[in-house]
């Protein structure tokens, strides 16, 4: 019992990372039907920030999540309006090869500026579980669900009722049609990129503290993200939170089942799973035919 | 002098990954992103197969069929997705056999890698780089034959129309699951052949040769060789594997030198797509042979 | 020739294909015609197989292809040509041409093996092709990219395309949209060509009713996914509820 309740509680933690980022794929394609991959490079870049301006400044670890945070928007801002503005109109593939590219580039980045080894954005010493409902949590993981928990929401109201946030909604629906009742096509674009940067940020600065930082944080996350946004059905902001969780939670209660060298493995399998039985994911998205017609 | 025969060597290896990849994505528009993955399982095949006293012969055609089969297996899922989704599914399959490959330790000895993959044997030994040069060589012209026959016929004209517009194609009777599950496989052959030779030369082999980096890197070549173009694809190997060898010159880890390479490649691409997207070499345009 | 029965599409609600019934017969040019939104592209994507119906037959000479493929469908007879054009752009207008001939030795043991026999082939397709092309007068574009025609040259090969792989039935939908006056007439007269001297089975869809009223030998129209009236040209023009249903819309 203790056991399960344990891995539950993983899971619901780990998901609500994935469902921050999920968030970032599910925007971008809202509006472009486009797969930003280099979304996941932007998250490990917040953890990043958060550490030089936390641990190598040495200054609040507030600031360094606000530092982060705008940092991100800016890469955000300018990876649409330098790499991806440009080909608004190529063929699908182009795009996309960019999108790999600026994944392999900030990798490298981070390789070059920081070393491969493992940091954290954390002084303090191991923390020790509160028990709660059977299984052990720590302080620092309550206040991730919360925090993601607060930032959804938010999303949540900034779409419903703020003049960008139903900008955002229209282009996504129909940019033709958005841009004759005079919304603004490249300021609504770059604003969705500059908040799931943000959310991606807070993402990593939270992962960075719970756990740790690494070079290549951002590849298990990209997919993992990914997959979220498509089982919640691509496109669909409530579905890429459900999808985050739903991932989280199966792939922590997946390795007590398997070995867990196939963790990250399992939200690969379950996207190929999802793309081939379901590609419109569970809640329906906004992929017109992501099979054949 | 090794080490010229050694880069012409890589070369050759490349050769043959990039033009395998340009008949999957130049000319039938497939965005393979799991390209590594046959590579790997080539390899891995080849080497296994060999240190179980298989003839290195009978070995390289297997790791042809494995690697062959396998595009076949993930073909046929993966065929009927978009573009994005297509490109996505393949990434997937491509890292879920890496993890296989990692994790599957009984067989594949895991992230230790498989060392003292014995050398490669046809007749004669291939053990100078000379040997195995010429041994290379002759294999990725062969592969370029083969694929420019391919390309350069009707059935090349059904891949390219499949690239153009799928659903006229279809309108114009091409069955054309059939085609890009063809080119894929074929594709995927030769990715594994490149694998073997990869395993033989090297005489070690491990998972993380085989990553999705890897995949990126041949894009890169094919891409900025020109999609649609066999000389394109060799030139775009000729530059990208001789652009960093200047930093081996230079004194810095090699751990920075990889990072260094990759951020080249990356610019590379993202410069390419937004400058010339059709890459160095354009596509040969087919001239009716008319009789008036 | 065509045999459409009882065909029905639901876009979850709205009923874009209603039980609809018509026939065409063969050697004939038949119209679809109707108000925008009245099912017929989605009609000719249901004939063609890229749609699947919920419910309903086609048939094809007598035979019920309704399950078959859009690929299988095209290799029964069933060529057609497309609201937006899909040509392949960064193909040569021969290439566009020599795809949709038969007979082209396009599987892949063709090209690792290719015999003189194949090759005498090729040249016939070629001659063959040109025949249809100096019917469009684009034999001297042969070697330009499809993408760089005029859009009018560009619909002319569409249609070229359509005839070269020697279809039991040519479906076009609209013909004579986005294109200049003469062409209009061009494209009407080598449609009654092909119907007088080859005997060749035509369904278009068009809203221009003079090119309708002008070589149609049979006209259906739609309203709201079902046919609301089948007849001359003469005759559909004076039907009341032909004329209720374009409520004073007139090309």
Redesign the interface.
């Known amino acids: 019992m203790g056991v399960t309740a344990q891995l539950i509680a993983n899971g619901i933690i780990a998901g609500s990372i994935y469902a921050l980022v999920a968030l970032g794929y599910t925007m971008v394609y809202g509006v472009l039907k486009f797969i930003n991959f280099a979304h996941g490079e932007v998250y490990m870049l917040g953890a990043y920030i958060a550490w030089v301006v936390s641990i190598g400044l040495g200054l609040n670890i507030i600031v360094g999540t606000i530092v982060a945070i705008l940092g991100c928007a800016v890469i955000g801002f300018l990876m649409e309006k330098i790499a991806y503005k440009p080909l608004r109109y190529s063929s699908r593939l182009i795009p996309l090869i960019t999108a790999i590219a600026l994944s392999l580039f900030f990798q490298s980045l981070a390789l070059l500026l920081f070393g491969a080894e493992v940091r954290t954005l954390r002084q303090s010493s191991v923390e020790s579980g509160m028990q709660i409902l059977g299984a052990s949590v720590t302080p620092t993981q309550i206040m991730i669900l919360g925090v993601s928990i607060v930032l959804m929401v938010g999303l949540h109201v900034f779409l419903k009722y703020t003049k960008m946030g139903k900008a955002m909604r229209a282009v996504a629906d129909n940019m033709q049609v958005a841009s004759v009742i005079g919304i603004n096509i490249d300021r609504t674009i770059s604003a969705v990129f500059i908040i799931g940067s943000m959310l991606a940020a807070v993402g990593g600065v939270l992962v960075g503290y719970e756990q740790n930082l690494n070079p290549t944080m951002g590849v298990s996350m990209s997919i993992k993200g990914f997959t979220a946004a498509v089982v919640g059905g691509i496109g669909n902001i409530y579905g890429a939170v459900i999808g985050g969780f739903a991932i989280g939670l199966i792939e922590n209660i997946g390795i007590w089942f398997i070995p867990s060298g196939y963790k990250d493995a399992i939200a690969f399998f379950i996207l190929v799973l999802m793309l081939v039985l379901r590609p419109q994911g569970f809640f329906g998205g906004k992929t017109e035919e992501a099979t054949r017609g | 002098m090794g080490y010229i025969e050694h880069l012409l060597i890589i070369i050759c290896i490349y050769i043959i990954l990039a033009v395998s990849l340009n008949l999957i994505m130049g000319f039938t528009g497939l965005l393979n992103l799991g390209h590594a993955a046959f590579f790997g399982i080539g390899a891995y095949t080849s080497a296994l197969l060999t240190l179980a006293g298989v003839p290195f012969g009978i070995a390289f055609i297997a790791s042809f069929v494995v690697a062959g089969m396998f595009g076949f297996l993930i073909g046929l899922p993966c065929l009927r997705l978009r573009g994005d989704y297509l490109a996505i599914a393949t990434l997937g399959f491509g890292e879920i056999i890496r993890a296989v490959l990692k994790n599957w330790i009984s067989l594949t000895r895991g992230p230790l890698g498989i060392p003292g993959i014995p050398k490669a044997s046809f007749f004669i030994t291939f053990d100078t780089s000379v040997k195995f040069l010429v041994f290379a060589a002759v294999i990725a012209v062969v592969t370029i034959g083969i694929v420019s026959r391919l390309v350069h016929s009707p059935f090349g004209r059904v891949l390219k129309s499949i690239r153009e517009d799928e659903i006229a194609a279809q309108a114009l009777g091409k069955n054309v699951m059939k085609y890009k599950m063809i080119a894929l496989v074929i594709g995927a052959a030769f990715a594994g052949i490149a694998g073997s030779m990869y395993a033989h030369y090297i005489t070690f082999i491990d998972p993380s040769s085989f990553t999705l980096v890897e995949t990126i890197l041949i894009v890169s070549m094919v891409v900025l060789g020109g999609l649609g173009s066999l000389l394109g694809s060799v030139i775009g190997v000729i530059i990208l594997v001789l652009l960093p060898e200047p930093l081996r010159f230079v004194q810095l880890p090699s751990a920075i030198v990889a990072a260094i390479r990759q951020m080249l490649y990356a610019i590379i691409l993202i410069v390419l797509m937004i400058v010339r997207p059709q890459g160095m070499v354009g596509e040969k345009r087919y001239k009716a042979r008319v009789e008036e | 020739m065509l045999e459409i029965k009882g065909l029905h599409k639901d876009f979850g609600g709205i009923k874009a294909v209603n039980e609809c019934h018509f026939t065409v017969e063969k050697g004939k040019i038949v119209a679809l015609i109707g108000p925008n939104g009245a099912g017929k592209t989605t009609l000719f994507n249901l004939i063609?197989g890229?749609?699947v119906p919920d419910k309903g037959t086609i048939k094809l000479m007598g035979e019920d292809i309704t399950s078959l493929?859009?690929?299988?469908r095209?290799?029964k007879g069933i060529?057609?040509t497309?609201q937006l054009i899909?040509?392949?752009?960064?193909?040569?207008v021969?290439?566009n041409m020599?795809?949709?001939m038969k007979d082209?030795?396009?599987?892949?043991h063709?090209?690792?093996w290719?015999t003189r026999k194949i090759k005498e082939e090729?040249?016939k397709n070629?001659?063959k092709a040109?025949d249809v092309l100096k019917l469009v007068h684009l034999e001297g574009k042969?070697?330009e990219?499809a993408e760089n025609l005029s859009y009018g040259q560009q619909k002319l090969l569409e249609i070229a395309?359509a005839l070269a792989?020697d279809p039991k039935i040519v479906m076009l939908d609209e013909p004579a949209a986005g294109v200049n006056p003469t062409m209009i007439k061009k494209i009407g007269e080598l449609l009654v060509k092909l119907k007088k001297e080859k005997g060749m089975t035509i369904l278009f869809i068009e809203h221009d009713m003079e090119f309708v009223m002008n070589i149609a030998d049979k006209v259906v129209v739609l309203d709201y996914g079902k046919e609301i009236a089948i007849g001359t040209p003469q005759q559909v023009k004076k039907n009341k509820q032909v004329i209720d249903a374009y409520l004073g819309v007139t090309t």
């Open positions: 063609s890229f749609m493929l859009p690929y299988q095209a290799v060529a057609r497309f899909r040509l392949f752009p960064k193909m040569t021969m290439e020599l795809l949709a082209s030795h396009e599987e892949l063709h090209a690792l290719r090729e040249i070629v001659e040109m042969v070697d990219l395309r792989s």
